[in-house]
């Protein structure tokens, strides 16, 4: 069926065919266009300001386009689109049509010849000379786009590509800064990017060498090999660029003493094509992720097993490296998983293992990472020299006096370690024991005093539960307002969330008004629905519209609490053309 608005450009097509109500036209070269104003006004900003403004043009009758970039070929293709909705271009004068409708303000012509150049060109018939000729296009016309289309495509094929003649030839700094800097970009290993990059660098060594620093640069160099790292760039030559001096220097820092929160480590640290997944793993070192889509537990086949150990207690992701709490051989160990190499290594084993005593949280701050135990002092181990040191003991300020049950939770608020110690004790009552449940204490260590202090208590009691930050503030979720003492088993009595004012140094609980009663662990924080499983808090990706006054639909996560109950949560990034995972 033909809308009215076709039905008018089929007729103001034919009147300009037939030559009726003509009013001006168009001249470029030797070549007049003609035209009625009032469709030039209507498809293109540039005559609609030259026509309404009052400018000398609007009352000529022959307007003559003095452009050099407006060709008559592409003008009579710009002005044959106009008027009948179709364009007709080919690989030969697209550029030059997209150019001449870019300048005269076409939106629509110039949203076809980007079409044509993604779905005809990137899409079926790309190389190299073409990626760099639309790309110098692209960016020449603001066109983001058809940019990120064109860079999308080069990122797909970067291994097949970057080492051939055409890319080492053509190819400029520009162009390949902007590839490197993408998290799809297609390559084995960040260490076959760097090579690379310095292949380019050395084809045209004399010219390129001032731009080495700038694509050096956009490499993510905390992934690379160390020994390739200093092998190329610790060379007279390359050491005579202050930049790369620099790039060497913050990389074998970086080496040594490894950090996530860093900014090296969030900007030449981050795994590419990579997605945070949620894993879980059990005490004989299985893995298994949770694929949100399914929402059932799976197999992760891309993530080698940790073994040997006999159980886990918790985990920590420092960056590209995933460091698990565990029992081996009768003694507590740190494993160290390497998510780039995918490999697993075991470091200095830090206290023999005593029956009773558990791991409670790891937590990282710098250079370190905090071992929360259950029942004991916290130690923590440096990172950079692999050794393991005591610190001051809560006990000190933490006088728990005749409680006979008591565990912990932890986690980094504000560059502190901040703990909570759930308590209670268990008294004879006249019917038997009876549990009488504490409120909760809250203890700041601060690493660079080395002091601990006490805090405010919680307005409810918490046992199993979890601090947690988000949006910058602290929350404790999960776990039962009571416990039964003999097993250390909860009871089932949700305990509330709480978030903490260190300004006022007070608790004050936040109330549920979307979450209805749940065996999910569900709990709203800040407009979103998080599940606390295994002591761990997962967010579900749930977002509760403002000013919704209806329950959160939990409907669906039934599996997410089906994990063994000893199990490990973390999130691990894992190459998302394995999993197609999203979290958020």
Not at 218 to 241: F, H, N, S, Y
Request: charge should be negative; aromatic fraction near 10%.
């Amino acid at each position: 069926m033909v809308t009215r608005s076709e039905m008018l450009l089929s007729k103001c097509a034919q009147f300009r065919q037939q030559g009726e109500f003509i009013d001006v036209r168009l001249k470029v070269g030797e070549d007049e266009f003609a035209a009625h104003r009032i469709v030039l006004a209507a498809n293109s900003d540039y005559f609609h300001a030259m026509f309404a403004r009052g400018m000398k043009e609007s009352n000529q009758e022959v307007i003559e386009l003095k452009d050099e970039n407006i060709s008559a070929a592409a003008m009579k293709i710009v002005m044959d689109s106009i008027y009948s909705g179709e364009i007709n271009v080919n690989d030969e004068n697209v550029f030059e049509v997209l150019t001449a409708a870019d300048r005269l303000q076409v939106t629509s012509v110039v949203q076809q010849c980007c079409k044509y150049l993604e779905t005809e060109v990137v899409e079926m018939k790309f190389d190299v000379q073409t990626y760099c000729r639309v790309i110098l296009v692209a960016n020449l016309l603001g066109l983001e786009d058809l940019k990120e289309a064109t860079q999308r495509k080069m990122a797909s094929v970067y291994r097949e590509i970057c080492e051939k003649e055409e890319f080492l030839s053509d190819m400029n700094a520009d162009s390949l800064s902007a590839l490197l800097c993408r998290d799809d970009l297609r390559a084995p290993s960040e260490n076959f990017v760097f090579k690379s990059v310095v292949q380019w660098i050395k084809y045209r060594k004399e010219e390129r060498m001032d731009v080495a620093a700038q694509v050096i640069g956009a490499v993510r160099l905390g992934l690379v090999d160390i020994k390739d790292v200093i092998e190329e760039l610790d060379t007279e030559e390359m050491q005579a660029i202050p930049e790369i001096h620099m790039l060497l220097h913050r990389t074998v820092v970086h080496n040594c003493r490894p950090s996530s929160s860093s900014a090296f480590a969030l900007e030449k640290a981050r795994p590419r094509s990579m997605s945070p997944v949620l894993v879980a793993i059990f005490h004989n070192g299985v893995i298994n992720y949770f694929d949100v889509q399914s929402k059932t537990w799976k197999e992760l086949s891309t993530m080698q097993p940790l073994t040997p150990v006999q159980e886990c207690y918790c985990a920590e992701l420092i960056g590209n490296y995933l460091y698990v709490a565990a029992q081996s051989n009768s003694k507590f160990v740190l494993c160290c998983y390497d998510i780039v190499q995918d490999t697993w290594s075991t470091l200095q084993a830090f206290t023999p293992h005593m029956p009773g005593i558990q791991i409670g949280s790891l937590c990282h701050i710098e250079e370190h990472l905090y071992v929360i135990y259950k029942s004991s002092a916290p130690y923590r181990y440096n990172i950079a020299t692999n050794q393991w040191q005591s610190i001051a003991s809560p006990n000190a300020v933490c006088d728990l006096g005749q409680v006979t049950f008591c565990n912990k939770a932890a986690a980094v608020y504000k560059s502190c370690l901040y703990v909570l110690y759930a308590q209670g004790i268990e008294q004879m009552g006249n019917s038997g024991y009876v549990s009488m449940p504490y409120n909760s204490l809250l203890y700041c260590f601060d690493p660079e005093k080395n002091v601990w202090e006490q805090k405010a208590s919680t307005k409810t009691p918490h046992f199993g539960s979890s601090l947690v930050v988000v949006n910058h503030n602290l929350y404790v979720v999960g776990g039962d307002c009571s416990f039964i003492p003999q097993s250390f088993q909860l009871s089932g009595s949700p305990a509330a969330v709480e978030v903490y004012n260190d300004q006022e140094n007070v608790w004050s609980v936040v109330k549920q008004m979307h979450i209805p009663p749940n065996n999910l662990r569900a709990v709203e924080i800040d407009g979103r629905v998080y599940f606390i499983i295994n002591s761990f808090v997962i967010d579900s990706g749930i977002t509760i519209p403002p000013g919704e006054v209806y329950p959160a639909v939990l409907d669906g996560w039934e599996n997410l609490g089906m994990v063994v109950r000893n199990a490990v949560l973390c999130y691990v990034p894992v190459k998302t053309e394995n999993h197609t995972i999203e979290i958020e």
